[in-house]
């Protein structure tokens, strides 16, 4: 094969892989957040990382049972304004669980279908940050993406709802993601 040719297949490829990881590592941080979330580091309010007692998580996983974006928007490029962010959500994250740690870590645990034949079961997959005092919970995941901010919106022993903003060319857009308790 020629050398030129080869490099183009390549670097598809890796883009494509990139693209791939980039939807994945996308979806991730929608696990108590959103889709594409743009928030700015100038301005957002202090949070402190809370003990495990003190924080809204408790000591058990998450996993996301619903998202959704208002006003609408078309997220797979397929021309129709869509409203449910779980169409981005490939089968094989719908069952990861997230821990939030009293130290300040995000660990996932994967669940029983994997996204990838060398994908491990446990990860650590970022860090997390709460005030309590305003409900308010930034996460940073170490995908590279920008920390995303928002509000628990309802707290109870089994659910949560964490409702936050996305800017898109189109307007503001309010996420809101729903977890619920797994047993892992």
């Given at each position: 094969?020629?050398?030129?040719?080869?490099?183009?297949?390549?670097?598809?490829?890796?883009?494509?892989?990139?693209?791939?990881?980039?939807?994945?590592?996308?979806?991730?941080?929608?696990?108590?957040?959103?889709?594409?979330?743009?928030?700015?580091?100038?301005?957002?309010?202090?949070?402190?990382?809370?003990?495990?007692?003190?924080?809204?998580?408790?000591?058990?996983?998450?996993?996301?049972?619903?998202?959704?974006?208002?006003?609408?928007?078309?997220?797979?490029?397929?021309?129709k304004l869509d409203t449910d962010l779980m169409i981005l959500?490939?089968?094989?994250?719908?069952?990861?669980?997230?821990?939030?740690?009293?130290?300040?870590?995000?660990?996932?645990?994967?669940?029983?279908?994997?996204?990838?034949?060398?994908?491990?079961?446990?990860?650590?997959?970022?860090?997390?940050?709460?005030?309590?005092?305003?409900?308010?919970?930034?996460?940073?995941?170490?995908?590279?993406?920008?920390?995303?901010?928002?509000?628990?919106?309802?707290?109870?022993?089994?659910?949560?709802?964490?409702?936050?903003?996305?800017?898109?060319?189109?307007?503001?857009?309010?996420?809101?993601?729903?977890y619920v308790a797994k047993k892992v």
């Open positions: 094969m020629h050398p030129k040719i080869q490099a183009t297949i390549t670097i598809n490829f890796v883009e494509e892989k990139r693209t791939e990881m980039n939807h994945k590592n996308t979806l991730r941080s929608i696990s108590l957040a959103a889709a594409i979330m743009v928030c700015s580091a100038a301005g957002r309010p202090a949070a402190t990382t809370t003990i495990v007692e003190e924080s809204p998580f408790g000591n058990q996983h998450w996993t996301m049972q619903a998202a959704s974006i208002q006003p609408a928007i078309d997220l797979n490029a397929d021309g959500t490939r089968p094989c994250e719908r069952d990861d669980a997230d821990l939030f740690r009293a130290d300040g870590f995000i660990i996932t645990h994967r669940g029983a279908i994997s996204c990838e034949e060398d994908e491990g079961k446990v990860e650590e997959t970022g860090t997390w940050a709460y005030n309590p005092s305003t409900k308010t919970l930034i996460m940073e995941r170490y995908d590279g993406s920008k920390p995303i901010e928002g509000k628990l919106e309802t707290i109870t022993p089994n659910k949560i709802t964490f409702v936050s903003t996305h800017q898109s060319s189109k307007g503001k857009h309010t996420i809101r993601t729903t």
